[in-house]
Nanobody
Framework: QVQLVESGGGLVQTGGSLRLSCAASGHAFNTYLMAWFRRGPGKERQLVAATGRTTDYADSAKGRFTISRDNTKNTVYLQMNSLKSEDTAVYYC?????????????????WGQGTQVTVSS
């Protein structure tokens, strides 16, 4: 019984920044692996970042994006800096019970509705 709601998407120019938020309802938030995925135009859903026992990033996100969580607020964040046109996608929050890392979307049980991020050149 976990519900996820993303917010913070929008239109930004190349080089700009956005912070996405994912609010989770349900108990024991601190026992769930939390992740951000994205689906760009004509592409399949791919991992951006995850936080559990470890913190993990896609190569495309390293050095630009930061995932964090506030367990007192049941919220996970994705700070995105130095945005590029190829970052344009629908971004999804996802969760899985336990804290071990999983890379693929099929491993995750709970999903938010997605929030659109558009980076213009």
């Amino acid at each position: 019984q976990v519900q996820l709601v993303e917010s913070g998407g929008g239109l930004v120019q190349t080089g700009g920044s956005l912070r996405l938020s994912c609010a989770a309802s349900g108990h024991a938030f601190n026992t769930y692996l939390m992740a951000w995925f994205r689906r760009g135009p004509g592409k399949e859903r791919q991992l951006v970042a995850a936080t559990g026992r470890t913190t993990d990033y896609a190569d495309s996100a390293k050095g630009r994006f930061t995932i964090s969580r506030d367990n007192t607020k049941n919220t996970v964040y994705l700070q995105m800096n130095s945005l590029k046109s190829e970052d344009t996608a629908v971004y999804y929050c996802a969760a899985r019970k336990g804290l071990s890392f999983y890379r693929y979307p099929s491993s995750y049980t709970y999903w938010g509705q997605g929030t659109q991020v558009t980076v213009s050149s």
